[in-house]
């Protein structure tokens, strides 16, 4: 069984920072691509960045350069390190895994963790 367990969202003011977490834990489990995503308040789940096991990046236009993802590969966790942040970036953020195990390949979702940018 797969656990993926977020943390480090919160309150913040416009133009302030926020570090998410997201950490992942399988018994025998490889983790592959992670990434962030957002949803809010009546819209969509969206992409925000991923990052591949060896480190290679992609971010969604909405970042502008203000967000950057990083990972840990021994403790199978990745980073959102979010900075100037605005009130449109108020969302629930959730973390997605991709985790193998032998020939397969699994997706897995965390709880999400509230993110909110007051003006």
């Known amino acids: 069984q797969v656990q993926v367990v977020e943390s480090g969202g919160g309150l913040v003011q416009a133009g302030g920072s926020l570090r998410l ?3 992942a834990s399988g018994s025998g489990f490889r983790f592959n691509d ?3 995503y957002r949803e809010a308040s009546g819209k969509q789940r969206e992409l925000v960045a991923t990052i591949t096991s ?3 990046t992609m971010y969604a ?3 502008t350069g203000r967000f950057t993802i990083s990972r840990d590969n021994a ?4 980073y959102l390190q ?4 605005k009130p449109e970036d108020t969302a ?3 973390c997605k895994v991709l985790g193998s195990r032998g020939p397969y390949q699994y997706q897995y ?3 999400g963790t509230q993110v909110t940018v007051s003006s």
């Open 34 to 36: 992670m990434g962030w």
């Open 21 to 23: 977490s997201c950490a």
């Open 61 to 63: 236009g909405l970042t």
């Open 92 to 94: 629930v953020y959730y």
């Open 75 to 78: 403790k199978n966790t990745v």
């Open 82 to 85: 979010m900075t100037m942040l």
């Open 54 to 56: 060896g480190g290679t």
């Open 109 to 111: 979702w965390g709880q």
